[in-house]
């Protein structure tokens, strides 16, 4: 270990042919060139040209008017673009921490048990997750039925009547997260294994023999050895929740009353409503801006370290 | 490998590729026809409507395609829900159909630039014969953007008669004003099942905003907009009335609180869940379709009103038209089709006012008289209630966005499930429509629709 460090520390120690350095960057650059190329047209290009739009007031068929920082303007001042934002926050709480949870919590079970049941375990929980998002939707759309879905009929069961899942504000959102929960724990659930299985067991051989507890292994072993995975989890899921779209937009779209309407389905809606794009196209640049925002401060809070022996 | 962990591999790899087909497929892609190879080529794209209806336009393309050799019209269906961002992700990137169908007013499109005007292309004697109130709903700035198909109220009352029976009602006699609709439910109600309803409507903001727009007109006497498009008028208390209708069918659980079907559809009352249903007159064919054994106990009127007046402002009427996009390479060929189909024989219409249990109206006189003398429109009685108590006394659709008619959609459903009063909800929606307004420069919009 100390070896590599010298060795990284004063690469001019050892003589190197410029030749060889020069095939050694082609080779890299070569090598780099189509993940750059791919990046460049389907993100880079269309991330400028996207900047450059929002400036204008676009209809595709019309000449664009140049209408300066008029779309930041509206979108800045709309009071719903802030509540679809706070809603996508709000939307992160209710499926995050549980998928977190759930997550390690299955994991934990799976490399824990005998390994015919970890396989029964994981192709379970790996499932959904290749089970396509409007199928899921759909299907909890049924589940939710007002009259005649199966949730209705089971509360009928204790005496409860009817529930409006999708029809109600109060429940609406909470309807929305089960299924993005269901959905995305096959993923984190085997990503979790993955780092659990990498903890060396000297660790919790050690700590047994010292008469450490579950609960004392997970917190003071556990957690801290996947730390850097759960902060990977955290801001993956971060992301991936506040920009879901495709469950609100299939099974509310974005209602009651907007209780379900996230930031992408916001500019969504705007899109394919709006007669000129120029807003739709802001918003999702202040999207992007809010949501870099806050993936940074998490980092900043998470701070990610490397394991060291 | 051990043999079961190969067997449980596979297994799971099979189930895996099952779920993700389920989710997979690309809807109205068809192999490619013999007949487009040596012909001018048009791509159509149309929706998913109710069953005679996607039955005539397979039906209409095949036929003009055998009917000549210059022009191959390619059908494609694309589904309702995905609709608004397929056509707009085409216009952005240049590749929109030739033609396409659209409800709703031309006006923002033609404005915009997004539609080819039709007079160049299609005779004038062809536009001569098309009814008055369809030319309304077709034009901008006095050009033809759009060749209506028909004509069609948006909003009806449909009844199930059997229970109006049972409920000690006059099953021939619904209701016609919102007291007696009230009425009506307080009787129903008692045989209502778990789950069952005395009348469905709009659920949702959206369905609420372009299925009120004729009661906004009758109410109160003018839409939520100045005149001139500069100012939002949505504070009228006559608006407070219309919500405070919703909030009582609401409050006393006559209606359901989540919808019970998709806004345009008439399945709550085919599946027996409502009593009464609010929808267009598409749905009496939708249940011909679909709920054949419920044609003879449904009965269609106009939708009830705040006064009874049947005869002022009782429904929009509009629906759809064919278009051509501006930036068709092939509008001549695409204007061919439009001709051979909408404009020129009757009879390849007839089959589609037929099938759809005349409940439509068609664009042009000439049509109307061969379908009225099928002798299929005998066992048609909504027919003369579609034709003469509710089409005449219709509004054309709003002109103005639809973010307009969302946000009051928006205010008639919290305030109709007590969210906000009705007047802090008029309010917001005041707020919002006044955004729109300053957002879309709407006043300058209206200003260049009214010269001509």
Known sequence: MSALREAAAAPDARPVRSSARRRDSLMAYIMLAPVLVLLGTFVVWPAIQAIYLSFFDWSFYTPSQFVGVKNYADV?????????????????????????????LIASLAVSVSRRVSTLLKISIYIPSVISGVIASITFVMIYDYSGG????????????????????????????????????GISTLIMIAALLDVPQSFYEAAELEGASWWQRTRYITVPQIKNVLLFLLVTGFVASIQQYELPLVMTAGGPQHATELPNLFIF????????????????????????????????????????? | MRRRTLLTTAAAGLTAASLAACGSGTPGQKAEDS??????????????????????????????????EDVFVNYTVVPADAWDQKLKAAQAAGNAPDMYIKSGRLDTDARTGLLKPLDDLIE??????????????????GKWFGFPLLLEPQVTLLWDKDLFEK???????????????????????????????????????????????????????????????????????KYEDLIGFYKTLQENKWMPRQPLGAGNSAQPLGEGKVAMLSQGSWAMSEIAADYPDKVKTTGMAPWVQNDGDLETSISTIGNMKWLIDAKSKEPEATATFFTWALGGDPEVLKPFFVDTQFTKAPARQKVTDVVNKDPKSKDAPWSSVVFEDIVPFCVPESQYPFDINAALGDAIQSGMTGEASPKDALKKANTEIQKVIDREDLAKAHKEMESK
């Not at chain 2, 409507?49 to 036929?63: I, Q, S």
């Open chain 1, 76 to 104: 800045l001042g709309d009071d719903r673009f802030w509540q679809a934002i706070g809603r996508g926050l709000v939307f992160v709480v209710m499926t995050v921490p549980v998928s977190l949870v759930l997550s390690f």
């Open chain 1, 150 to 185: 199966i949730l209705n009929a089971l509360i009928n069961v204790v005496g409860l009547p009817n529930q409006a899942w999708l029809g109600d504000p109060r429940w609406a959102l909470g309807a929305i997260a089960l299924p993005a929960v269901w959905l995305g724990l």
């Open chain 1, 269 to 309: 809606n705007h899109f394919r409503k709006d007669t000129y794009v120029g807003y739709s196209i802001a918003a999702a640049m202040l999207l992007f801006a809010v949501l870099g925002s806050i993936s940074s401060v998490i980092f900043r809070i998470v701070n990610s370290e490397k394991l060291v022996d």
């Open chain 2, 35 to 68: 007949r487009a190879k040596s012909r001018t080529n048009v791509e159509f794209w149309g929706s998913v409507f109710t069953t005679p209806e996607n039955a005539w336009y397979k039906k209409v393309v095949e036929d003009f395609n055998d009917a000549q």
């Open chain 2, 124 to 141: 004038a004697k062809v536009f001569d014969e098309i009814t008055d109130q369809a030319k309304e709903v077709s034009q901008y700035q």
């Open chain 2, 167 to 237: 409920a000690g009602l006059d099953p021939e006699k619904p209701p016609t004003t919102w007291h007696e609709m009230f009425q009506a439910c307080e009787k129903i109600a008692p045989l209502l099942k778990n789950g069952q309803f005395c009348v469905g409507t709009a659920g949702d903001p959206d369905t609420f905003g372009w299925t009120t727009v004729a009661a906004q007109q009758h109410v109160a006497g003018h839409l939520p907009v100045s005149d001139d498009w500069s100012k939002a008028d949505a504070m009228d208390p």
